[in-house]
């Protein structure tokens, strides 16, 4: 009985929330306050110039953004929470994707990968968002 009372708690999008959330706190903490590399640097610069702290704040950024996400996707039923949540994953993501456009299009070419990559990964985000978990499988139909 306890596995098929876990099995109806689990839900794909407060997994979701817990997985890339972690991911995005890596990313900042050890991707960005820790060790930057040059192409984020160098993409990020004209942001840079304008955020006290520079990288490191906008590290920091990251972390808090993905253990909000974490923590939203560990509350059981609690939709708002949770849409907080995707909107902790979806800032970061889109303000790399917008920055990055910008350096493409103007003073570093080579950024166009990266604005493509985090573009994708925010899309993804608002797609996730809004699917609902599979329903239980005592009310999915039957195939015959």
């Not at 640097?41 to 253990?67: F, Q």
């Amino acid at each position: 009985m306890r596995g098929a009372a876990a099995a109806r708690r689990f839900s794909h999008r407060r997994a979701f929330l817990v997985t890339v959330g972690l991911g995005w706190a890596g990313y900042g903490g050890l991707g960005i306050v820790g060790q930057p590399r040059y192409g984020t640097a160098r993409g990020l610069a004209e942001l840079t110039k304008h955020v006290p702290g520079g990288l490191n704040t906008l590290g920091w950024m990251w972390v808090v953004c993905g253990l909000t996400a974490a923590m939203a996707g560990l509350l059981v039923r609690c939709p708002r929470v949770q849409a907080l949540g995707y909107v902790a994953l979806a800032v970061p993501a889109a303000l790399w994707a917008g920055v990055f456009s910008a350096a493409a299009a103007s003073t570093y070419p080579p950024a166009v990968g990266s604005a493509c990559g985090w573009g994708a990964f925010t899309i993804g985000v608002v797609l996730v968002s809004g699917m609902d978990d599979p329903l239980p499988p005592h009310l999915r139909k039957r195939i015959r």
